[in-house]
């Protein structure tokens, strides 16, 4: 397809929800479902979130509870000049952060120690079938997407995922950040199905593991 395979892990508590209604996040997995995250970015080329993500979480995005390799560090976003004092930017000694953005935005970073992706917009955001193709064209094969609900949404809607991993920590939130936004289903025939989908133990939690069904 010229484009990589894309995992979507996802984390969430029994009632679907992310972070708490302040954010909080930290953590809902437990100890072997964030190793289990770890594995997945040694298996890969590159790991993405999204603007939101970048500056409230602060993630490093690296291999740290397995032995493996670090992948390219891919943030998604249409001002990603103003997230420079995150970890991801502020600590790149190894060059592998890549700032996938506008063309606006890529103008003010070129300067930086950076990969700059320039991304075309649609209807105000950015497309991510141009993003995919261009991670293609710099030799991704494989992308692992750990952004939050908004990013998650985005590919699930767009119907760019091909793998998903769901983790489900046996805790109720309530009021809190949704996993998944609107998919803009407005029947039961119009929803995602999943195909050589099983169940699992991770520790604590269940890991959910399936492959979304694209009419």
């Given at each position: ?39 997945l970015r040694a298996e890969v080329d590159a790991v993405v979130i999204g603007a939101g993500t970048a500056r409230m979480d602060n993630p490093q995005l ?100 091909d793998k998903h991993h769901l983790m489900i920590a046996p805790l109720v939130i309530g009021r809190g950040i949704e996993g998944i936004g609107d998919l ?32």
């Amino acid at each position: 397809t010229g484009r990589p395979f894309v995992v979507l892990k996802t984390a969430q508590s029994l009632d679907g929800r992310i972070a708490t209604s302040i954010g909080d996040s930290k953590w809902i997995t437990g100890h072997e479902g964030r190793k289990f995250a770890h594995r997945l970015r040694a298996e890969v080329d590159a790991v993405v979130i999204g603007a939101g993500t970048a500056r409230m979480d602060n993630p490093q995005l690296t291999v740290r509870l397995v032995k493996g390799d670090n992948p390219y560090r891919i943030v998604i976003g249409r001002h990603i000049e103003r997230l420079l004092s995150r970890s991801l930017f502020s600590h790149n000694d190894d060059a592998r952060t890549i700032a996938a953005t506008s063309v606006r935005s890529a103008a003010k970073l070129r300067k930086k120690n950076l990969i700059v992706w320039e991304i075309r917009e649609k209807r105000n955001e950015l497309d991510l079938e141009d993003f995919l193709i261009k991670a293609g064209q710099f030799g991704i094969t494989s992308m692992l997407v750990e952004g939050g609900g908004r990013l998650a949404t985005s590919f699930l809607r767009n119907k760019l995922v091909d793998k998903h991993h769901l983790m489900i920590a046996p805790l109720v939130i309530g009021r809190g950040i949704e996993g998944i936004g609107d998919l803009h289903v407005k029947k039961l025939s119009e929803v995602i199905t999943y195909k050589s989908c099983h169940f699992e133990r991770c520790g604590g939690d269940i890991l959910f593991t399936g492959y979304p069904e694209w009419i």
